[in-house]
């Protein structure tokens, strides 16, 4: 039945205009939970190196739920819901572990790793007494199952059966740059940073998909020439959501400086005491210096010379979120190459030299919206249209445009 959400009005029929309450309002919230984090839509659940041997397991989250990745004896990787049949308890509190089956810790019933209830204590009852009713099921009882797919060691899943295949989901385009990372080989985990944001969590892949706000708020990261808008560059977007896009450039001589006049943030005579963390080699077939796919609702990798890594955020309520990176690498690396990005580390994460700037105008974006939710956001560089830019065009919002096309039609149609 509508609600009172389908009755708030757009401010315009296009997406130029963003609401500022749909960055703080809880009903909003508690929809987008139903509808995207829990519909028919893809979350990342972590790296299937991360649980390497039959038996290892991990915790995961979609939306606010939690959930456990396994990895059953045949090594096939699944996920379950981390909660009890019994009593709604989370049934797994370690980040990792490795056994033969999962045991709630309230009243030990206990389950396979692909979710099946195996065991449950005086379901007989004691000495002829009590216990479960004589049709009572075990496999009726069983943790519920979510689908999942891996794609070269990075592993998504889904509350619904019916989502596309990933393939589908991303489009061949989105697909061709994910898997230009996820290439096959074998992956390695470096280390993994954790922060919380006080914001709401569409502004991080908003600020993915903003290949404007890098060339101005970043010092760090233009002033070493490692991002800029006037590189040779392209903003792609799958056709058919609008949702999924890439933002890639390749970096250029320090000293061509055309076009960035109005980078007030420029500071060109910047030096660090050590450059190493700076230094990189060329590991892919293309000159691509940084590359972000962004995949709807909320999961990046991204490609910065030679640091890679996941940025996956979890929800937490209305205006907060918590953002969790993975860094990773091939297990094929040699010493240099591991070196060079754990290095390149330091840029990113809760206090790397870039990614700090993000955090605080997140914050700042919070304070704005949520004392103003009758205003609305500006969102024209570029146009007004979802339509992709012209090839090289890296000046356009129209990838944030598209994320709310999509969003738009997910959250407010009339469905019954």
Known sequence: MPTDLDERPWPSEDNSRIPNWVYSDPDNYRRELDRIFYGPFWSFVGLACEIPEPGDYMRS???EKSVLVT???????????????????????DKFGHGRELMCPYHQWTYDLRGDLIGVPFRRGVKGKGGYPRDFDPADHGLRRLRVETVNGAVFATFDENAPAMRDYLGEEIWARLTRVFDGRALEVLGYHRQRVRANWKLYPENMKDSYHASLLHVFLISFGLYRIDQKGELLQDPRTRAHNVVSSIRNDLDDVAGTEEMRSLKRDFQLNDMRPLASVKEYDDDVTIQIVTMFPAFTVQQQNNLLQCRNVVVKGPEEFELVWTFFGYAGDDADLRRRRVRMANLVGAAGLISIDDTEVFEFSRAGMSANPDRNCVVELGGRGIEPPVAGDMVSEGPIRGFYDLYRRIMYDRRS
């Open 71 to 93: 990895r059953s004896a045949d090594g096939e990787i699944g996920a379950v819901l981390n909660i009890c049949s019994h009593r709604g308890l989370e049934v797994c509190r």
């Open 61 to 63: 989250v979609v939306g």
